[in-house]
Structures are given as C-alpha cells and as structure tokens.
C-alpha cells in the first residue's frame, strides 16, 4: 500500500517539476513538491516556495521553515510525522503574494495531494492557502478553529513566516499547533496509563498517557500527565513498567 501511495506522490512530484501551466515556470529555478510522510495525518500547506526553497527544490527549507520546526518541535512532532506542501508550486518573483491565476494553475496538484494521503486535519497556514482551500479571509479572526467541509477537517492558523516579521504571534502559533495535534492525540488511540515517578511531585503513581498521536509514535516521544499532580511532560516511555518506579 504505501509503495503505491509513494508511487502516486512521485506522479504528482514530476508533474509538478515539469510543469508549464503558468507564467512562475519562467522565472523559477526549481518547482517545489510537497514532501513528508506519506502516512501522516496531518498535511500543513503554505502559500508559496520562497528563495531557499526556489534553489533546492524542497517545501520550508528556509528561515520560515526553520520556524516551523521550532513550532512544531514545541507541539512535540517530529517534522518527518507530517506533510508539508504548498498552494502554489513555484516561487513567484520577490516572493509577492501568488495572483489567482498561479493559484488556479496549482490548485489541482494540492487536492491530489490530500487526495492520495487523505490525513485527518489539513492544517491551513497562512490567508493564501484559507482563501484557496476554504474561500476564507482574516487570519488574525479565525486563527485556531476547526473547519468542516465537504466530509474534510481543516485548521486555521498563521503562516510561519508571519512570526518572523511579528514576534509576537510565535506564542500564538505555538498554542494552535498544540490544541491541532490535541485533537489528534485524543481522535486516535484510547488513553493508556503507565506506573513512573514524577519529576514534579516525586510520587509514585499512576501516569495517564495524554497523546500518542501515530505521528510522533516514530520516535516514540509520549506526552504523560502525573494522576497526581497532573503535571505534564514529553517523555520517551521506559522499556518496562518496573524503571519507571525508580
């Protein structure tokens, strides 16, 4: 199943190297593909490559990419768990915003893309990407929420590049990665609980497994909440039960 999967995407990759069906093919250095897990269940779409990413052919390789790692690193995700992808496949000149047209000359390579990986949550970054998946406008109102069309979950957030020109609204994007990948911790597996000490509190009880997403379950880096104290912390789980008492 997933050599098929891959095979689709690898499709889709080449028609969107090769492809001609806008003006952006004249000024580009390389198209850009979506690139992650084949698997993932969530797929995080931009608006546009930008210089880095124009130069080596790859989704979020530069400083908002950067960005996105930290953020998601905060949520306690691996960047290999999930999908990243863009609106529009080229970088438009001096990074302007992409006009309709290169959007529409795009848009059926992303629906492909969400098509073939079919993940939970599509996680929409940034007012491009909102106003061509959901017709939608306003980041700064919506930012946050969950959007439900046509059977497809969707969540609005800012576009990473966003905090670095607006310092302030790192915090924010952090808290809506953290409320994304909640819900998919508490959408997928029943809770499993795990006697360990706490940290915090120092007791010896029963710890409740808050998140085990399958997304970060690669690196197997689980969330536990003490049933004490409920303190909270990204912990790789002990190989037995009997380590975690001392």
Same mark, same amino acid.
Request: glycine share 6%; aromatic share 8%.
């Given at each position: 199943? =997933?050599?098929?999967?891959?095979?689709?995407?690898?499709?889709?990759? *080449?028609?969107?190297?090769?492809?001609?069906?806008?003006?952006?093919?004249?000024?580009?250095?390389?198209?850009?593909?979506?690139?992650?897990?084949?698997?993932?269940?969530?797929?995080?779409?931009?608006?546009?490559?930008?210089?880095?990413?124009?130069?080596?052919?790859?989704?979020?390789?530069?400083?908002?990419?950067?960005?996105?790692?930290?953020?998601?690193?905060?949520?306690?995700?691996?960047?290999?768990?999930?999908?990243?992808?863009?609106? &529009?496949?080229?970088?438009?000149?001096?990074?302007?915003?992409?006009?309709?047209?290169?959007?529409?000359?795009?848009?059926?390579?992303?629906?492909?893309?969400?098509?073939?990986?079919?993940?939970?949550?599509?996680?929409?970054?940034?007012?491009?990407?909102?106003?061509?998946?959901?017709?939608? +406008?306003?980041?700064? +109102?919506?930012?946050?929420?969950?959007?439900?069309?046509?059977?497809?979950?969707?969540?609005?957030?800012?576009?990473?590049?966003?905090?670095?020109?607006?310092? +302030?609204?790192?915090?924010?994007?952090?808290?809506?990665?953290?409320?994304?990948?909640?819900?998919?911790? =508490?959408?997928?597996?029943?809770?499993?609980?795990? *006697?360990?000490?706490?940290?915090?509190?120092?007791?010896?009880?029963?710890?409740? &497994?808050?998140?085990?997403?399958?997304?970060?379950?690669?690196?197997?880096?689980?969330?536990?909440?003490?049933?004490?104290?409920?303190? =909270?912390?990204?912990?790789?789980?002990?190989?037995?039960?009997? =380590?975690?008492?001392?």
């Amino acid at each position: 199943m =997933e050599n098929k999967l891959n095979s689709k995407l690898d499709v889709i990759a *080449e028609q969107v190297r090769a492809c001609k069906k806008c003006d952006l093919c004249q000024t580009r250095t390389n198209a850009v593909p979506g690139k992650g897990n084949q698997n993932a269940e969530i797929i995080l779409v931009g608006e546009a490559p930008g210089r880095n990413e124009d130069k080596k052919g790859e989704p979020f390789v530069g400083s908002a990419g950067k960005r996105l790692n930290e953020i998601l690193s905060d949520a306690g995700i691996d960047r290999d768990d999930v999908y990243i992808t863009n609106i &529009v496949k080229c970088r438009p000149p001096d990074n302007r915003v992409p006009t309709k047209n290169e959007e529409k000359s795009c848009l059926n390579y992303i629906n492909e893309e969400i098509s073939i990986i079919n993940p939970k949550v599509v996680c929409i970054m940034g007012n491009t990407a909102f106003n061509t998946l959901l017709g939608g +406008k306003e980041i700064t +109102k919506n930012h946050g929420n969950f959007i439900e069309k046509d059977g497809r979950m969707y969540f609005v957030t800012y576009h990473p590049a966003a905090t670095i020109y607006n310092q +302030k609204l790192i915090d924010e994007l952090k808290t809506d990665f953290k409320k994304l990948f909640k819900f998919l911790g =508490e959408s997928s597996d029943k809770k499993q609980y795990e *006697e360990r000490r706490c940290d915090f509190c120092m007791a010896k009880t029963k710890h409740e &497994v808050v998140v085990i997403p399958k997304i970060v379950t690669k690196k197997r880096r689980w969330l536990y909440k003490c049933a004490q104290c409920n303190h =909270e912390r990204w912990l790789i789980p002990y190989r037995t039960v009997a =380590e975690g008492l001392y």
